[in-house]
């Protein structure tokens, strides 16, 4: 181990660079058909936390010139005592898709227990799918076609683009397996040639994975769980991890040990986390193009 520090990926000027490039493609789409298009953001429930995270996306539109919808469906309460909660959803999802100024739809995660997954995903148009849960999109990815890809794995795959770090060839580790994260940016990783281990809940000696990676990527939602100890000396540490710890926002990788040993890494927060908004919009722009061109996205 050296006293050398690892370089800091920064998620805020590439989100910026992103965003003005959505300002430009925006203006661009309005002075040729007219009207903005629009993001809507679907939220059953009252959620604190996501209310945070909702307004971030709304102010994001507004700066970018996208309208920004807010579409609040009320729980009264548990599935007893609101049936028809699933059916309301639906319903308003189906709106949105009927909408030519609708041109990205997003639903806020996690849905109450009374509303099924896989009945919403299934209803949002997947030309509107700008996050990428639908089973099309999804399939299109495992596929290597063009789809919608969930934005916060491709926030991740794009942090390596942006910092000009190369990854045919090279060995990744992805720890977390799930629909919107871990998965997606281990299908990405493959697309561009790296080999890929993709580790989870169960894996057995998560260490003796994590000491290959030459890229690792870490979605896990467990703070820490990842030392310095683990890692490769050199190795490319994406961050993905989300975690409240007391008052802190932590990531999934121990920060203090892992500087001194990584060659970079997405701090946490200011690393993926302002990207992934800025993905999402890039993702609302080329949604709303090929709906207004008539063509797939
Ligand atoms: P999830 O709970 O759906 O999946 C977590 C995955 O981690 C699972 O596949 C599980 O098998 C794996 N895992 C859990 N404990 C493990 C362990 N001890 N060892 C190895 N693997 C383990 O979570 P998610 O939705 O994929 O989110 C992952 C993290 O990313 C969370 O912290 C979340 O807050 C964060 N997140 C960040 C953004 C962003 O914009 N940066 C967006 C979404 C989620």
Same mark, same amino acid.
């Given at each position: ?8 990926? =920064? ?124 089973? =099309? ?38 720890v ?23 580790c989870?809940?169960?894996t057995?000696d998560l260490a003796?994975h994590v ?19 683990m ?67």
């Amino acid at each position: 181990m050296t006293d050398a520090q690892a370089r800091l990926l =920064l998620g805020a000027p590439v989100a910026a660079e992103i965003r003005a490039s959505v300002r430009d493609d925006i203006a661009a789409f309005v002075a040729r058909r007219g009207y903005a298009p629009t993001l809507a953001i679907v939220l059953v429930g009252r959620d604190a936390p996501s209310a945070v995270y909702l307004r971030q996306i709304l102010k994001a539109c507004e700066m970018a010139g996208i309208g920004g919808r807010l579409v609040e469906i009320e729980s009264g309460g548990t599935s007893r005592t609101d049936p028809d909660l699933e059916a309301r959803v639906t319903a308003a999802i189906e709106a949105l898709n009927d909408d030519p100024f609708v041109a990205g739809i997003i639903v806020q995660m996690p849905l109450p227990p009374s509303v099924r997954l896989r009945t919403i995903i299934d209803t949002i148009d997947p030309a509107k799918d700008i996050d990428g849960i639908h089973p =099309l999109n999804a399939g299109l990815l495992r596929l290597g076609y063009e789809g919608f890809l969930p934005a916060t794995a491709h926030a991740a795959i794009e942090m390596l683009h942006r910092y000009d770090v190369p990854i045919a060839g090279r060995e990744a580790v992805v720890v977390g397996r799930s629909n919107v994260v871990g998965m997606p940016a281990a299908f990405m990783l493959v697309r561009e040639h790296a080999t890929v281990t993709v580790c989870h809940s169960k894996t057995v000696d998560l260490a003796a994975h994590v000491r290959r990676a030459e890229i690792l990527v870490v979605a896990a939602g467990r703070p820490g769980l990842i030392t310095g100890s683990m890692l490769r000396p050199g190795a490319v540490v994406v961050d993905v991890g989300i975690n409240v710890v007391g008052d802190a926002i932590v990531g999934d990788v121990d920060m203090d040990s892992a500087r001194s040993v990584a060659g970079a890494i997405t701090p946490v927060p200011g690393g993926v986390g302002p990207v992934t908004n800025a993905i999402l919009l890039t993702h609302l722009v080329r949604a709303a193009v090929a709906q207004a061109d008539g063509a797939p996205a």
